[in-house]
């Protein structure tokens, strides 16, 4: 049973700070996804990662995948509260399901 | 906005009812996903279909059931609800593909009391 674990589950971090979230899955996937969820709402795709040593950017963020460690990595630079939020990351498995992480709630503070 | 349609927003009932929630995918997006979010199991997969037939199944229990219809919209029907059933229910529409973005929509919170 395929399975993802993220750590940390909890992030403190102070603005400015840089930090990385972990995403490791337990069987062999090229497919991982990072989603962002504000309290109570609803998840937004950060991005898809399709091949072994993929990497995206979008602003503060960088994600990576390496398949043959199974991990991925979302890297912050420079965090500003606007970032706070909860982050998944899931391994898309057979018939299109995404198995996803516990989640990372990361909070951001001056 | 993700272009992704649930409804209701919220829906409170009681242990033993029966509920429905729908879904709009996307425009153009021929498979639809459901998804369960709550804080001891996280979020699970529970169903995908496309274009009207079932592809995938999760851990979704025997009480609950979904379809998809021509017009590709779903429903996800829960019935015989139990306090634990309470949750936050999402669904997801993706392309057709080999790793497809899944849209969330906004989800429908459900309150079993």
């Known amino acids: 049973e395929l399975k993802v674990e993220q750590n940390p589950l909890f992030l403190s971090m102070q603005e400015g700070k840089n930090y990385t979230i972990y995403c490791n899955y337990s069987?062999?996937?090229?497919?991982l996804y990072w989603y962002r969820q504000d309290p109570g709402k609803s998840l937004e795709s950060l991005f898809v990662?399709?091949?072994?040593?993929a990497v995206k950017q979008e602003g503060r963020l960088m994600a990576s995948l390496d398949t043959k460690a199974r991990l991925s990595t979302l890297h912050i630079t420079a965090a500003v509260h606007d970032l706070s939020a909860t982050y998944f990351c899931a391994v898309g498995n057979q018939g299109g399901k995404l198995i996803f992480g516990q989640g990372t709630e990361l909070s951001v503070k001056p | 906005d993700s272009g992704v349609t649930q409804t209701p927003k919220h829906l409170i009932t009681a242990t033993g009812q029966r509920v429905t929630l729908r879904c709009s995918p996307r425009?153009?997006?021929?498979?639809v996903y459901w998804y369960q979010q709550s804080l001891d199991q996280g979020l699970q997969f529970l169903i995908h279909y496309y274009n009207g037939e079932e592809r995938a199944k999760g851990n979704i229990l025997e009480r609950f059931s979904a379809q998809q219809f021509p017009d590709l919209h779903s429903e996800l029907n829960l019935s015989s609800l139990e306090l634990g059933d309470s949750a936050l229910y999402f669904c997801a529409s993706s392309v057709e593909g080999w790793g497809p973005i899944q849209y969330f929509g906004a989800g429908t919170r459900l309150s079993v009391l």
């Open positions: 425009s153009g997006d021929l498979s």
């Open positions: 990662l399709l091949s072994n040593g």
């Open positions: 069987t062999t996937s090229d497919r």
